[in-house]
């Protein structure tokens, strides 16, 4: 079973991962994501997926989406699966299908 720990703990890395992609960006290192995308989009709903699911406000199941799993689909850049990018689809795998 997956559980709402184990969904934080994997929120928090991933965050982590994107603030590590973030800073490659900044150096000119390419990868999934623009400087822009996890500035003003990946991080900030990270973020809010957290803080949504410390305080029991997630929405139903029905309705759970990641916006940023769809945006690296269609901005991917990379032709092997990067750490971080594995990571946002199990995440958003999870969120969809298996966090109760």
């Known amino acids: ?4 720990q184990t ?3 994997d929120i928090e890395e991933l965050i982590v991962l994107c603030q590590t992609e973030l800073e490659k960006r ?5 990868g999934d994501f623009s400087v822009k995308q996890l500035e003003d ?5 990270l ?3 957290l803080k949504q699911t410390q305080l029991n406000s997630l929405p139903v ?7 940023s799993a769809s945006l690296l689909v ?3 850049v990379m032709k092997k699966s990067p750490p971080m990018s594995v990571k946002l689809f199990a995440l958003a795998d ?3 299908n298996n966090l109760e």
């Open 1 to 4: 079973m997956y559980t709402k």
């Open 7 to 9: 969904f934080i703990k």
């Open 26 to 30: 900044k150096q000119g290192i390419v």
């Open 41 to 45: 989009y990946v991080i900030p709903e």
């Open 47 to 49: 973020k809010t997926l």
């Open 61 to 67: 199941k029905e309705k759970r989406r990641l916006g």
């Open 74 to 76: 269609d901005c991917w």
């Open 94 to 96: 999870n969120y969809r």
